[in-house]
C-alpha cells in the first residue's frame, strides 16, 4: 500500500527492504533517509566496510552535479568539522595532500601552506617549504619586509654552523658581490664597510657644510 502510494508520488515502486529501514531509521533519528541513500550506502559498505551517511551521499551527489568531482564523505565530514571550528572550511584537495604529508613527514602543513606553495610553484617552478612560508610571514608582520626563502635556508644552515643567524641583507649582498668578484665578503666586513661608508658621506656632507660657511 505505501509503496503504491510512493510509485503514485515519484514514478517508482521502493522496495519493501527500503520501507522498512526507512521506517526504523525515521523511528531512530526522527529523519526517513531516501531509499536511494540506503541502497547506495548498502552498495558502499560492501565495496569498503563502511557505510557512508545519507548527508554524505547527498552533498556528494550535488557537489558531483556542480564540478564534476564527487569527493569522498570523509573530505566532507573533515571539512565540515574544520568549518565549525575555524569558520572556514578547507577544500578537499587540500585535507587529502595534508593527509599525505603528514604519513610521510609526521607533520600536517596548514591548508594555506597548500595553496600558497602551488601558487608559488606555478610561478617561479619552485614550491618553498611550509616553514619558509610561515616565518615568512611572522617577520613580514613584525619588520614589514618579508625575507626570501633561500634566505631563511641559508640563513638557518649558518646559525647550525656558527651559532649567528647573518641578516637576509647580507646574505644577499655577499651573494652579489661574490658573482661580481669572486670572493664573498664575510658579514662583518659588509656590515662595517656600510657603517663607514655613512660615516665618511656625513664627514663629506660636514665638510661641504663648513666650506659654505667659510665662503660666506
Known amino acids: 500500500m505505501v509503496g503504491e502510494e510512493r510509485e503514485l ?21 526522527g529523519v526517513r533517509p531516501s531509499c536511494l541513500c540506503l541502497q547506495v550506502g548498502e ?15 547527498q552533498v556528494g551527489e550535488e557537489r ?18 574544520r568549518e565549525l571550528q575555524t569558520g572556514v572550511r578547507p577544500s578537499c584537495l587540500c585535507l587529502q595532500v595534508g593527509e599525505e604529508r603528514e604519513l610521510q613527514t609526521g607533520v600536517r602543513p596548514s591548508c594555506l601552506c597548500l595553496q600558497v606553495g602551488e601558487e608559488r610553484e606555478l610561478q617561479t617552478g619552485v614550491r618553498p617549504s611550509c616553514l619558509c612560508l610561515q616565518v615568512g610571514e611572522e617577520r613580514e ?26 641578516s637576509c641583507l647580507c646574505l644577499q649582498v ?20 656600510e657603517e663607514r661608508e655613512l660615516q665618511a658621506v656625513h664627514c663629506v656632507y660636514v665638510s661641504s657644510l663648513r666650506d659654505n660657511q667659510s665662503i660666506h
Not at 43 to 57: A, D, K, N, W
Not at 175 to 191: A, D, K
Request: net charge negative; with cysteine.
Open 9 to 29: 508520488q515519484a514514478g517508482v515502486r521502493p522496495s519493501c527492504l527500503c520501507l522498512q529501514v526507512g521506517e526504523e531509521r525515521e523511528l531512530q533519528t
Open 43 to 57: 552498495e558502499r559498505e560492501l565495496q569498503t566496510g563502511v557505510r557512508p551517511s545519507c548527508l554524505c551521499l
Open 64 to 81: 558531483e552535479l556542480q564540478t564534476g568531482v564527487r569527493p569522498s564523505c570523509l573530505c566532507l565530514q573533515v571539512g565540515e568539522e
Open 141 to 166: 608582520l613584525q619588520t614589514g619586509v618579508r625575507p626570501s626563502c633561500l634566505c631563511l635556508q641559508v640563513g638557518e644552515e649558518r646559525e647550525l654552523q656558527t651559532g649567528v643567524r647573518p
Open 174 to 193: 655577499g651573494e652579489e658581490r661574490e658573482l661580481q668578484t669572486g670572493v664573498r665578503p664575510s658579514c662583518l666586513c659588509l656590515q662595517v664597510g
